[in-house]
């Protein structure tokens, strides 16, 4: 069940990712208009039909090195290999890669401890780190101690994005896959995620005004939310809200995916983080065939999956 469920959420980023990849900072105006309905090429990076970005590479370098087991300082050196074109680049270049991960490569590259190398302030808030952080859900799936769990997210993330914000939305994330995990319907698994943050937050003495931002997540449904409420900027808060709503309000992985791309910007990054939980929760019978088979490195991918699984079982 563990290796469909790595298959399905990795190729659920990858999928995601690449329906964006061509409209990436097209306007949600624009995309009204002409919206994705299909897998297509070229466009905005011109890149060839199924192109993964920076988003997809970093969690299957995430995946990669937990497939040997959890070293922050083998998760950074991937990062770094993939900055210098040999490990997870889709055709041997790296074409897409945010400003934040940029200066982490750097830092990491100087030689500076991997959980130092993430950027601290409120600035550094793009969603750099939530966009590679679904592999670590399955090495964490039998992770009973929530506080192990965000310690583990806070280093993960912190390689690039160290901010609170950052590791607070990738915490959530990783919360709300781990129980999709559990078999629960997703309206559920959402209710489970907020019970298990509201309980993590009671003994804890974090910025109150920082975990007020993420009252549309925690504390209301926000699938109840209009469109026009929903932004899909860059920003890693923007990026969280986005997803989950536009998984809880979606029936397929199809039209959850589509939906992320469609509502502009961020394209492939909304694809990417939707289209991993929609990955995980409908399974690989529920992400249409033809995306998977046009899908560029797929075999790799699948190669992937089946050792990271191996690994955990």
Not at 35 to 44: A, D, I, L
Not at 45 to 67: I, K, N, R, V
Not at 216 to 228: A, G, P, Q, R
Not at 253 to 263: D, M, Q, S, W
Request: with cysteine; proline share 3%; glycine share 8%.
């Amino acid at each position: 069940m563990i290796k469909n469920k790595i298959q399905s959420g990795l190729l659920g980023v990858a999928i995601g990712d690449a329906l964006g990849v061509p409209v990436e900072f097209k306007s949600r105006a624009y995309l009204k208009e002409n919206p994705v309905t299909e897998m297509f090429g070229f466009g905005t990076h011109h890149q060839p039909l199924g192109t993964w970005s920076d988003d997809s590479s970093l969690a299957f370098c995430l995946a990669e090195s937990l497939s040997k087991g959890f070293d922050l300082n083998d998760i950074a050196k991937n990062f770094v290999r993939w900055y210098n074109a040999d490990l997870w680049t889709p055709h041997g270049k790296v074409f897409d890669i945010g400003i934040a991960t940029t200066h982490a490569i750097l830092n990491i590259s100087k030689g500076h401890q991997p959980d130092l190398c993430g950027g601290f302030s409120e600035q550094d808030n793009g969603n750099g780190s939530l966009m590679r952080i679904l592999p670590l859900v399955f090495y964490l799936q039998n992770e009973k101690d929530v506080e192990v769990i965000y310690q583990k997210v806070k280093a993960v993330s912190s390689i690039t994005h160290a901010h609170f914000r950052s590791v607070f939305a990738c915490f959530i994330y990783v919360i709300y896959c781990l129980e999709i995990l559990k078999e629960k319907d997703k309206f559920d698994a959402y209710k489970g995620m907020q019970n298990v943050l509201s309980n993590f937050l009671e003994n804890k003495s974090f910025n109150p005004q920082e975990i007020q931002l993420f009252d549309k997540v925690l504390k209301t449904d926000i699938s109840k939310y209009d469109e026009s409420e929903i932004q899909s900027s860059g920003y890693v808060l923007h990026s969280l809200e986005a997803s989950i709503w536009c998984f809880l309000n979606s029936d397929s992985y199809e039209e959850t995916v589509l939906k992320a791309v469609n509502l502009g910007e961020d394209t492939d990054t909304t694809g990417a983080i939707a289209g991993g939980l929609a990955g995980v929760y409908y399974g690989i019978d529920g992400i249409p065939k033809k995306w998977i088979e046009n899908l560029v490195r797929v075999d790799d991918i699948k190669d992937l999956a089946e050792r990271l699984a191996k690994k955990l079982m």
